[in-house]
């Protein structure tokens, strides 16, 4: 693994009061500046505070041992954090949610080592948003450049960023790193007149998809569940066991381990309750399900995260992470609620296709050839596919049409 180190005047221009940090602890990063810089970029998330970050690295989720070394890019001038990006030097490619396993497959069948390699992503957290923290795109192309320079120097394979936001895209085409795409699945309010309640989204609805939400929300309430949203604060510390104990029991479904610990989530409680809501489902007094929603409140955006349930009910996940969900956004506001990552069934539910961006660059002259013309057929699918999706929008083709 690349060791921490600073390093002046990466490139050719730089001025000589700029310093180039890769910090291994995140604690060590003034955290109101980072926010700071986070707060000015157009598509900032909660996701991308240091706190959320910090919660990864200090709750051993997201930390060397598995398979996550903190490698965080700080750019500072005169004293100040200019630009900087969580980097972080991977032992696997587990929760990336962008999927290169071929690739370290082909590289190991060539006696070439893919692991470890540079990841600026936010861990197990497939969310588009800004990975470059900059003020324009001078300061991004510097992160990028010393992204390069430090794989160079560790003789890593490769780089890579993941869920970028338009402005992180511009900088790594314009830097010549190979892009990628992917389909995730948004739910968007209407514009200008935003819907009124749940039944006036249901009514813009096609029959055929509308009818079967109204069929799978009657099962769940036929048997007997009733929910209770908490929001902020109000999350006790058993409401979180109780949610904790859900999550893992997904994880257990799919024979797999869960990412999180549960001193993340009691570091969430603390520096940033405001950006959780809780729905926990019960059947008479007995809690069956729980669903948890990141939130923020300041840009009206709304985010699917987790879900779990201690005994089957038949439609119980439809209900706890889309239709409860969708009706809070309806109801106080929201301009947008993100489904996570692939899930097309969640389009006849109302959410729709939309594309979503990661940038590669690879030291392997021949390799990154390779990948190179991989991605342009890949990406030539993903665009057939976009087509064929938006041919099955779940909507009415016109509004106020006979489609009822």
């Known amino acids: 693994m690349p060791p921490t180190h600073d390093a002046r005047n990466p490139s050719a221009g730089t001025a000589p009061s700029t310093l180039v940090r890769v910090v291994d602890d995140p604690a060590d990063i003034d955290l109101g500046q980072w926010n700071t810089l986070l707060d000015a970029q157009p598509s ?5 505070r240091l706190e959320y970050l910090r919660a990864l690295h200090e709750s051993a989720s997201a930390v060397e ?16 954090i200019a630009a900087a990006c969580p980097l972080y030097a991977k032992a696997h490619s587990y929760g990336e949610y962008v999927f290169d396993w071929a690739w370290a ?5 060539h006696g070439l080592p893919y692991y470890p390699k540079l990841l600026d992503a936010v861990p197990f957290t497939p969310v588009p948003g800004p990975r ?3 003020c324009n795109d001078a300061d991004r192309r510097l992160l990028l450049q010393a992204m390069q320079q430090i794989a160079r120097d560790a003789r890593l394979s490769s780089a890579h960023l993941l869920f970028l936001d338009d402005a992180d895209q511009h900088a790594a085409r314009a830097s010549g790193w190979m892009m990628r795409s992917t389909v995730q699945f948004h739910w968007v309010n209407r514009e200008p007149e935003r819907y009124a309640d749940f039944a006036d989204f249901l009514a813009s609805l096609q029959r ?28 006790s510390t058993a409401d979180w066991d109780f949610f904790y ?16 610990t549960r001193d993340f989530f009691r570091r969430m409680a603390r520096t940033m309750p405001e950006n959780w809501l809780l729905f926990i489902a019960s059947v008479g007094d007995r809690r069956v399900a729980a669903s ?30 889309y239709y409860r969900p969708l009706a ?13 990552a692939q899930g097309e069934h969640k389009m006849a539910r109302g959410l729709l296709p939309v594309q979503t961006w990661s940038a590669h660059w690879l030291a392997h002259p021949q390799f990154a050839a390779a990948v190179g013309d991989f991605l342009e057929r890949e990406g030539a699918g993903v665009e057939n596919y976009l087509d064929e999706l938006n041919e099955r929008r779940p909507f009415k083709t016109l509004p106020g049409s006979a489609a009822d």
């Open 105 to 109: 497959d082909a590289y190991e069948r």
């Open 292 to 321: 948890l929603i990141a939130v923020d409140p300041q840009r009206g955006a709304a985010f699917g995260r987790y879900w779990g349930a201690i005994e089957h009910i038949s439609c119980l996940h439809f209900e706890a992470c």
């Open 328 to 340: 809070w956004c309806i109801d106080h506001g929201y301009r947008r609620f993100e489904g996570g």
């Open 132 to 134: 470059l923290l900059a």
């Open 44 to 48: 900032a998330s909660p996701f991308m």
């Open 208 to 235: 055929e998809k509308r009818k079967k939400i109204q069929q799978e929300r009657r099962r769940v309430a036929d048997a007997g569940v009733s929910f209770v949203e908490i929001g902020g604060a109000d999350i």
């Open 245 to 260: 104990r859900c999550y893992t029991l997904t994880y257990r479904a799919h024979q797999s381990t869960p990412y999180l």
């Open 65 to 80: 041992v598995t398979g996550w070394q903190p490698q965080f890019l700080v750019v500072t001038r005169d004293g100040a």
